[in-house]
């Protein structure tokens, strides 16, 4: 068996959230030769302030869940959600708790508040709370090394009737 050196807080948050998929839908993306990929100015920022989702077709949301063309938007029977700014910054988490952070990951608690809404589709928390209290802590320091990005998500929108 190969010993391996020890990596630190940061390094293995990177490691978990790279393996979470976690850049899928929370980090902006550019269109490149093999396809989008991630936009390294604004890793992990949440959907873009600025982009315009096409009209809503109801027909076609009838029997799907459509996801924006950066996949940081997302449509279906509950509505449409936004990927949030994990970010540093005060737009995203830069004012959060290791606390609020847990609580959030474990409980699908917006802001990991008491009382606030659930975290909508498709974030799957529900899979994320089984993680030990070692890698939630690993993934909080990782996020909050990372370089702030101003960017105030969209609030949700509820499903259109």
């Known amino acids: 068996m190969v010993?391996?050196?020890?990596?630190?807080l940061v390094e293995r948050g990177e490691y978990l959230v790279d393996l979470g998929g976690c850049h899928h839908c929370h980090s902006p993306k550019?269109?490149?030769d093999h396809g989008p990929v991630?936009?390294?100015?604004?890793?992990?920022?949440?959907?873009?302030a600025d982009e315009v989702l096409p009209p809503y077709d109801k027909e076609t949301a009838k029997g799907y869940?459509?996801?924006?063309?950066?996949?940081t938007a997302f449509t279906g029977p509950w509505g449409t959600s936004f990927a949030a700014n994990l970010t540093p910054d005060d737009s995203g988490i830069g004012a959060w708790t290791e606390t609020q952070f847990v609580k959030s990951i474990r409980e699908g608690k917006?802001?990991?508040?008491?009382?606030?809404?659930?975290?909508l589709p498709p974030?799957?928390?529900?899979?994320?709370?089984?993680?030990?209290?070692?890698?939630?802590?690993?993934?909080?320091?990782?996020?909050?090394?990372l370089p702030s990005v101003d960017n105030v998500v969209p609030a949700p929108i509820p499903p259109v009737m």
Not at 124 to 134: G, R, S, V
């Open 38 to 48: 991630p936009d390294s100015n604004r890793l992990l920022s949440g959907h873009p």
């Open 65 to 71: 869940a459509l996801f924006s063309m950066g996949f």
């Open 110 to 119: 917006l802001k990991g508040q008491d009382g606030g809404r659930m975290l």
């Open 3 to 8: 010993e391996q050196e020890p990596i630190n």
């Open 30 to 32: 550019i269109m490149t």
């Open 123 to 145: 974030m799957p928390w529900q899979d994320f709370a089984k993680l030990t209290n070692e890698d939630l802590s690993a993934i909080f320091a990782y996020l909050k090394s």
